[in-house]
C-alpha cells in the first residue's frame, strides 16, 4: 500500500546470494514510458520499506511484448540502474534461430 492506493506487483524474488529483492513487471504490451515510471515506483517503495540495512538494492525487471530502444533510453534516463527492460517471446523459436543466436554470440567473445 502506497499512501492509501494499493499497487501489486507480478512476481518478487529475494536473490540470496546478491541479498536483494528481484522485481518483476510482466506486460501484454510493448513498452511505454509509463511502464518505467510504475516500476520505478515499486523500486523506490522497496528501498524504503521492505529492504533491510544488510540488504542490497533492489532489482527491477521489465518483460514486455516489444521494446524500442531509443524510447527505452529516454524513459529511464536519471532513474534507478537497477531497472532493466527486455523482450520477450510468446513462443520458442526455432532451431535455426537458436542455432544462429548462438553462433552469433559464440562469434563476439
Known sequence: MIGDEYFFIDLVFYHRLLKCHVLVELKIEAFNHSNA??????????????MQPTDNPPVGILLVTNKNETLVEYATAGMDQQLFVSKYLVKLP???QLEHFVQNEWKQL
Open 94 to 96: 526455432t532451431v535455426e
Open 37 to 50: 515510471g510504475q516500476m520505478n515506483t515499486y523500486l523506490n517503495y522497496y528501498k524504503k520499506e521492505v
